[in-house]
């Protein structure tokens, strides 16, 4: 039972333009969401959050997005750069108990 | 945010052996994990550290395989005990401070067993 999903694998965008990452889940009571990028050799970077009581958060270049109604979040990162080429994962959290669930991962490549 | 380090950063191990992976954390935190990320796979969490208190392990992990010790606010070991190859992955510790909004990870320990 996938609580957390990531439906695209990879992304690939020019330097410059949006990237636009996805995350879905199923269990309504989460808290918060919350966006980390990773490289392969270390640990996840937290990014940015959003709280359940919210739809948009904003932070520089990154801001999430959050439709409760369709179980839907989104990371907008503009204007995307070549650094920002990781994988980053969509976790969701409850205030409660902290613990993070994990969506698979979307893999993105800013090409130059 | 949370400075965290951890001990070892990398190991490669025989099976049926024991390691424990140290986690430090530069300010006392309530809330103290331990994940694994194995090859290609997304993380999962393993447990949640008490401080005081037994490990709260999650759904397929057992205290008997993956000990865990939290002596105080800023450090816990995560042991991988009896190990095989299917223990190959990274292990990381996360604290969270904000019920739930943020939480800071590790670097990570990259364990391979052969």
């Known amino acids: 039972d996938q609580q957390v999903k990531q439906n695209s694998p990879s992304l690939s965008v020019q330097e410059g333009r949006i990237s636009i990452l996805n995350c879905d889940y199923t269990?309504?009571?989460?808290?918060?969401f919350l966006w980390y990028k990773k490289y392969p050799a270390e640990g996840p970077t937290f990014l940015i959050s959003i709280s359940s009581i919210k739809d948009k958060n904003e932070d520089g270049r990154f801001t999430v997005f959050l439709n409760k109604s369709a179980k839907h979040l989104s990371l907008h990162i503009v204007p995307s750069q070549p650094g920002d080429s990781a994988v980053y994962f969509c976790?969701?959290?409850?205030?409660?108990?902290?613990?993070?669930?994990f969506g698979q991962g979307t893999t993105l490549q800013v090409k130059p | 945010s949370a400075v965290i380090s951890q001990k070892p950063s990398r190991d490669i191990c025989q099976r049926g052996t024991s390691l424990t992976i140290q986690c430090q954390v530069d300010?006392?935190?309530?809330?103290m994990f331990w994940y694994r990320q194995q090859p290609g796979q997304s993380l999962t969490l393993i447990a949640t550290?008490?401080?005081?208190?037994?490990?709260?392990?999650e759904s397929g992990f057992v205290i008997d395989k993956f000990p865990i010790s939290r002596p105080n606010l800023t450090f816990s070991t995560l042991t991988v005990s009896n190990m095989s190859p299917e223990d190959s992955s990274i292990y990381l510790c996360?604290?969270?401070?904000?019920?739930?909004?943020?939480?800071?990870f590790g670097p990570g320990t990259r364990l391979l067993v052969l």
């Open positions: 269990n309504s009571m989460f808290d918060y």
């Open positions: 300010s006392q935190v309530t809330m």
């Open positions: 976790a969701a959290s409850s205030s409660n108990t902290g613990k993070l669930i």
């Open positions: 996360s604290v969270d401070t904000t019920l739930g909004e943020t939480q800071y």
């Open positions: 550290a008490n401080q005081g208190s037994e490990a709260t392990y």
